[in-house]
């Protein structure tokens, strides 16, 4: 019997490159790394945590020779490809665009720029009708656990239709719209509100929600006041408040950029400050506040 088990190491130890194998065992592992980075705190990780318990009782059920649970898992299992690919639609389209932007980082640059014109001249629309808006650009921190009472929406990112949604007329303009990997994803969603009692006097339920997000992801958020028609952009619990619009598309495009663009923005927001309209493009008076990152 050892011997039979020796001749049987042998022969797998027998086709065992070290520097093949160990890119091999390299690239699976870096694979599997960055899977689990990827669907780190999302819905995907219950998904999986139940796959792998199905697969855990097709093992059991071969074991104990449990023939009718083995047919029924073995049946399911073995479309498991097709099963992960509709599971996890979402995230793997997510991962190849991410992955496309590190390829063409121009390409990612101009899509960055166009969101941010896009999300600006809304923005500002709204502000001109005196009407409320809720802005969510989702980065790398998934909101899917964060936000509630979203309705599924997956269209282009375009002025008129963020400006639609939220008119009073609209069933979904009272709440957030969330822009998801530079598609509009929901839109009448529930944002978790701060707790802190620092914020400026005049903020309102739509800037605390703002606030609330962004101290719990790395989202950037854009509010429009109904009733001082002000733009306001929170990123990390910082509050920029009173933007013009060229001030806003620029600080939407560092900060989306990230790098050195957003480390210069979160800079700016970091110290609370008032700058005059003419240090911002000439228009608007432009007040930093810090809003808090502890």
Not at 42 to 53: D, F, M, P
Not at 223 to 250: F, H, I, K, P
């Amino acid at each position: 019997m050892i011997e039979v088990l020796w001749g049987l190491l042998l022969d797998q130890v027998s086709g065992f490159d070290p520097v093949r194998d160990t890119i091999d065992i390299a690239l699976v592992a870096l694979g599997v790394y960055w899977l689990l980075i990827l669907i780190r705190g999302t819905r995907a990780v219950q998904i999986l945590v139940g796959l792998l318990l199905l697969i855990g009782t097709s093992l059991v059920s071969q074991a104990f020779e449990l023939t009718t649970v083995e047919w029924i898992l073995d049946n399911f299992l073995s479309s498991a490809v097709l099963i992960i690919i509709v599971l996890f639609q979402t995230d793997i389209r997510r991962a190849l665009a991410r992955v496309g932007r590190g390829v063409f980082p121009s390409v990612a640059k101009q899509e960055e720029t166009q969101l941010a014109e896009e999300v600006a001249r809304a923005a500002q629309s709204l502000a001109q009708k005196r009407v409320g808006a809720l802005f969510v650009l989702e980065r790398e921190t998934h909101l899917s656990d964060l936000i509630e009472a979203g309705t599924a929406i997956d269209a282009a990112v375009k002025r008129d239709l963020l400006v639609s949604l939220f008119m009073p007329q609209s069933p979904l303009h009272d709440g957030a719209v969330v822009i998801q990997g530079g598609r509009i994803a929901q839109a009448g969603c529930i944002l978790p509100l701060t707790l802190r009692e620092d914020l400026p006097e005049g903020v309102g339920t739509r800037h605390r929600a703002a606030v609330g997000i962004t101290e719990e992801s790395d989202a950037v958020v854009i509010v429009v006041s109904e009733e001082t028609q002000a733009l306001s952009v929170v990123v990390g619990g910082v509050m920029a408040r009173s933007l013009d619009g060229a001030r806003l598309r620029e600080v939407l495009r560092d900060v989306l950029a990230g790098g050195e663009g957003e480390r210069r923005v979160m800079a700016e927001l970091a110290g609370p400050r008032e700058a005059s309209g003419d240090e911002h493009l000439g228009a608007a008076r432009s007040e930093m506040t810090q809003a808090g990152r502890a």
